[in-house]
């Protein structure tokens, strides 16, 4: 069993920083991406930022250059650093992996955390 675990999310005023982090356990290979998804009241959800196992990342227009995704070495830990924050950011951050559960099969499972809350007040 897999486990995505986000944390550091809170209340921050507008130009202000937060990093969150994302921690997945359990059963796990390899994976493929893990990225952070995040979604505002009334909107869908949409991709923010994403990392491949062979540490490339690319992120969505809105934030590039404000947010950095990065990996800890080794583990499946990964963080969201948030800078320049703005009111249009606030939302419910989630991470996403994409991991091989199986010892010897290319398949990539899809495992989502739970979530946490960013709020940017202006």
């Known amino acids: 069993q897999v486990q995505v675990v986000e944390s550091g999310g809170g209340l921050v005023q507008a130009g202000g920083s937060l990093r969150l982090s994302c921690a997945a356990s359990g059963t796990i290979f390899s994976f493929r991406t893990i990225s952070w998804y995040r979604q505002a009241p009334g909107k869908q959800r949409e991709l923010v930022a994403i990392?491949?196992?062979?540490?490339?990342?690319d992120y969505a227009s809105s934030v590039k250059g404000r947010f950095t995704i990065s990996r800890d070495n080794g583990k499946y830990t990964v963080h969201l650093q948030m800078n320049s924050l703005k009111p249009e950011d606030t939302a419910v951050y989630y991470c996403?992996?994409?991991?091989?559960?199986?010892?010897?099969?290319?398949?990539?499972?899809?495992?989502w955390g739970q979530g946490t809350q960013v709020t940017v007040s202006s």
């Open positions: 990392i491949d196992d062979g540490g490339g990342t």
């Open positions: 996403k992996g994409d991991f091989r559960v199986q010892l010897g099969v290319d398949r990539v499972y899809q495992y």
